[in-house]
T-cell receptor, first 121, second 114 residues
Framework: AQTVTQSQPEMSVQEAETVTLSCTYD???????LFWYKQPPSRQMILVIR??????QNATENRFSVNFQKAAKSFSLKISDSQLGDAAMYFC??????????????????FGGGTRLMVKP | ETGVTQSPTHLIKTRGQQVTLRCSSQ?????VSWYQQALGQGPQFIFQ???????GRGNFPPRFSGLQFPNYSSELNVNALELDDSALYLC?????????????FGPGTRLTVL
């Protein structure tokens, strides 16, 4: 079974500065996807960024980028120029690729325990 | 485009009762997944429905059951409620394609079991 671990329950960053959230995962699959989701207080969970395991290039989305280290099974999220609106719970998540999908596992997401990000003005 | 909606927003039940939670998928989506998120934890996968059939299930007992309707909306039913069932229940819809498909989450239903 796959597991996802976020070792930082809380992180704090000064507005306009950069912060990195850590995530490690364990899997025996070679084909999979990794995600970072943002869950603001009392609001819907939204996808921040996605990384396909077969891609060597790290994904970027505006101020958000990842450092994907496949051999180390590490997937960190870097938020640059932090804004007050970035304050939220951030979840790292995993889903299997085609083999898992075809084995009737659908595309279930396995989440980490989350990191609460606070942004100081 | 209408997003994922869930009802009710909040619900209070007592131990032993039964509850039904509802989810309307985003327009054009044919797959619905349900997750349980206990306070301070990450969501846990309950099950997924595709074409009105269960398509993958997490480590949840049979008293957690579901339905998907022809319009792709879905229900989550929980029988014999226990105190530990208190959680935020999230529904996510997606369009099942050949491989990866992004899941879009609803706002959740907060269930409290007393």
């Amino acid at each position: 079974a796959q597991t996802v671990t976020q070792s930082q329950p809380e992180m704090s960053v000064q507005e306009a500065e950069t912060v990195t959230l850590s995530c490690t995962y364990d899997t025996s699959e070679s084909d999979y996807y990794l995600f970072w989701y943002k869950q603001p207080p009392s609001r819907q969970m939204i996808l921040v960024i996605r990384q396909e395991a077969y891609k060597q290039q790290n994904a970027t989305e505006n101020r958000f980028s990842v450092n994907f280290q496949k051999a180390a099974k590490s997937f960190s999220l870097k938020i640059s120029d932090s804004q007050l609106g970035d304050a939220a719970m951030y979840f790292c998540a995993y889903t299997g690729g085609v083999a898992s999908f075809n084995n009737n596992a659908g595309n279930m997401l396995t989440f980490g325990g989350g990191t609460r990000l606070m942004v100081k003005p | 485009e209408t997003g994922v909606t869930q009802s009710p927003t909040h619900l209070i039940k007592t131990r032993g009762q039964q509850v039904t939670l509802r989810c309307s998928s985003q327009s054009g989506h044919n797959t619905v997944s349900w997750y349980q998120q206990a306070l301070g934890q990450g969501p846990q996968f309950i099950f997924q429905y595709y074409r009105e059939e269960e398509n993958g299930r997490g480590n949840f007992p049979p008293r957690f059951s579901g339905l998907q309707f022809p319009n792709y909306s879905s229900e989550l039913n929980v029988n014999a409620l226990e105190l530990d069932d208190s959680a935020l229940y999230l529904c996510a819809s997606s369009l099942r394609l050949a491989e990866y498909n992004e899941q879009f989450f609803g706002p959740g239903t907060r269930l409290t079991v007393l």
